[in-house]
């Protein structure tokens, strides 16, 4: 059913200092759920955050502490520790922890494991703005990057100190979903089906004129690929756009946002469904047989009627609705509250919001700060490339359809 790339993986999480180590109880919550086994190896400063008997309640396994432990060493030493799993993953993962892993240090049981592993290791940096920007900070994370050490986040936000900006730990399905990435074959949505809306729509005045937006389907046609790359099956039905469809996508070319909602609901049932076309909001009432001539009677009158909402058509749909239905809001102020009312009025489940205002550079660029909202709160992913949001986008939309239903959602933030 969940078709998880971690089933049945191991992985050896090592759980540093830090406020977030709180959320890193879900992400071992989210692993589990997923069949994979966590090991959890718990630092001195780690152990000020969460307890030994929480990580080994969720984990269900020895939680290791301690470099000299004489009972660890017994059961499992330090070298066998650091390979026997399939990924070591360092969430969260403080400056002082990858200062020690960019130095080589092997001072404690953590880094010890991670100097002596052979597996890949991937990091969760959670820590005060500052520090994160700090020259020594981000020399480490270049130098572990060269060395092929993987990272995800940090997220942009308030943090516990009363500071804003970025260093908060990805939240968990996010760092599930880098997991998944990392453990390779991940073909999470395989046997899943996803319709993509994408570019603008066409609407006719007269068989040679129209009404149109400068939408480029660049966002779109990354989510479909990106979709398809985690192995859904990818219906995309799209405007006319200057860019190919990416491969192993179904493309339904469109022309009008009537032929888009026809397009849409033919292509159900899907599991899930992401609405990024720029829709025309309206169209011509009655769109000219016959070219339009100019004539001395004066300039033609062009009466325009509401277009459909294909999201909120979808959304609303009794019969067919996909699990999980996703649009898109582009705003130019007050942008959480607005994506948080459009969410309720489409009635979709997820809305991927952003600014643009022209001073973001974001609108025809080839990057975007998005912020995800869902009924449950927003998450503010930091300023990537648009492809690298349709991967992120794509992997949480696994997350999600790779969960066995009767869980919580992985999308309810631990508070
Ligand atoms: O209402 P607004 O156009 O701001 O909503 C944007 C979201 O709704 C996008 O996801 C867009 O693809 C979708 N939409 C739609 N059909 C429309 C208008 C918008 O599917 N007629």
Known sequence: MTGSSVAGKRILLIVAGGIAAYKTLELIRLLRAQGCAVTCVLTPSGAQFVTPLSLQALSEDKVYSDLFSLTDESEMGHIQLSRSADLLVVAPASADILARMAAGLASDLASTVLLATDKPVLVAPAMNVRMWLHPATQANMALLAQRGVSVVGPDEGAMACNEYGRGRMAEPPAILAAIQEQLGQARPLAGRHAVVTSGPTYEPIDPVRYIANRSSGRQGHAIAGGLAALGARVT?????????????????????????????????????????AA??????AH????????????????????NPDILASVAALKQNRPALVIGFAAETGDVLQNAADKLARKGCDWIVANDVSPETGIMGGEENAVHLVTRDGAETWPRMDKR????????????????????????????
């Open 388 to 415: 690298a949001v349709a991967r992120r986008l794509a992997s949480r939309i696994a997350v999600v359809l790779g969960t066995p239903a009767t869980e919580t959602s992985p999308l309810r933030g631990p508070g």
């Open 287 to 306: 769109a000219a047989r016959g070219k339009l001539k100019k004539t001395d009677a004066g300039t033609p009158q062009l009466e325009l009627v509401q």
């Open 236 to 276: 995309l039905v799209s405007g006319p756009v200057s860019i190919p469809a990416p491969p192993g996508v179904d493309l339904v070319p469109i022309e009008t946002a009537e032929q888009m909602l026809r397009a849409c609901m033919q292509s159900l049932p899907a599991d899930v469904a992401v609405f990024a």
């Open 279 to 284: 829709v025309a909001d309206w169209r011509v």
